[in-house]
């Protein structure tokens, strides 16, 4: 291993950031998506209107999508554990978020094909679905993670998971949930406003203020509740960022408010929640003054410093375990060995910046104002 630049630590740092990026990338991109199919059915009251909404994100929904790819192909690569345990753990909760996913383009195909005001109007809720379950779901499962999943190893590191999917629905979880789909669905109010106009925009500014009111309320009580009725893991043995991965050679103890904890150690890493509420509160006041790209990048803002603020709170941990807190997954002992993390993050080094180049080259020729008048010109339109 001594030819390898970097050392196994400094690797798993790298692979831990490009994680949390990765993950960040599909909230603000996948969010867009999913935020306006949130807002479908409300801010939207005309087929002509939802034709409308429809072909502010149809062109570029499919290539938002490699986000969430390129997560899961890291969680399964850079942390295999982290991987078998999570999705064989949360299955049901993934397939339900699949599932949802997958209504986006049968709706999209299916929804024009028929000129029937029922017809259309059930894939407009499809559409909804789309958007909000996947929204509401990935935001539970962050939740349970801060809560720790009940699960287990022995001692051939097999995993147990002794949970279900209704058990993951408690009141800390489902307001993770809710901040989480109220930050995309503020984003997706910060897309229609941007991208439309007359009524339908109005309408978007509206509904966009009052739920980023809202999730500004509810980040700031999950935040109380996480510092003064949660209680945080932490690791009380030796670290060696070097070692080789053994999830049980370590000690964790659980403390009343342990998630904060970080905070006072990294005092720098308090950025991500002062942007989390800053983001948001500029977001409101972009839509009220009809600021078009500075709102969107206000949302986008406001959905980094909030999943930032879980992640940072997490560290190290990746999934803690409530049922035996000493086999709880770290990025220390959770990770691919020292060679396949150089090799993936060489190969991260070469396509990531194309992928970045390319979606910024899609996003400037699709830009500008969708209306009833430009889907006129466009044969090929929803």
Known sequence: MSSIPLDYETLRLIWWLLLGVLLIGFAVMGGRDMGVGALLPFAARTDEERRVLLNVIGPTWEGNQVWLILGGGAIFA???????????????AMIVILLALILR????????KIKDRRWRATWDW???????????IMGVA??????????????????????????????????AGLVSLGMIVTQG??????????????????????????????FALAGVWVALGLDGYAITSVVDGN???????????????GWMANYGLYPWMIAAPVLGFAGLIAAVAGLQLRWRMATLTASS?????????????????LLPSSTRPEASLTLWDASSSHLTLFIMLLVTAFFLPIILLYTAWV????????????????PNAY
Do not use: C, W
């Open 189 to 218: 109010a910060a897309v229609i406003a941007g991208r439309t106009e007359g009524a339908l925009a109005d309408r978007a500014r509206t509904y966009g203020s009052v739920v980023g009111v809202v999730t500004l309320v509810l």
């Open 142 to 175: 962050v939740g349970n993670v801060l809560l720790g999943a009940p699960f287990h190893l022995d001692d051939t590191m097999r995993a147990f998971y002794t949970g279900n999917f209704f058990g993951l629905l408690t009141p800390f979880a489902l307001l």
């Open 78 to 92: 850079a942390f295999p554990p982290l991987y078998a345990v999570s999705f064989s753990g949360f299955y049901l």
């Open 301 to 317: 803002i406001a959905i980094f410093g909030i999943v930032s603020t879980a992640g940072l709170s997490l560290f190290p941990f």
């Open 126 to 136: 499809a559409l909804f679905i789309g958007g909000f379950v996947p929204a509401l």
């Open 243 to 257: 070692a080789a991965i053994n999830p049980l050679a370590k000690a964790v103890v659980l403390t009343r408010g």
């Open 363 to 378: 996003f400037r020729v699709m830009r500008g104002t969708v209306s009833p008048q430009s889907l006129e010109k466009n």
């Open 105 to 112: 383009p049968v709706g999209f195909k299916f929804r024009g």
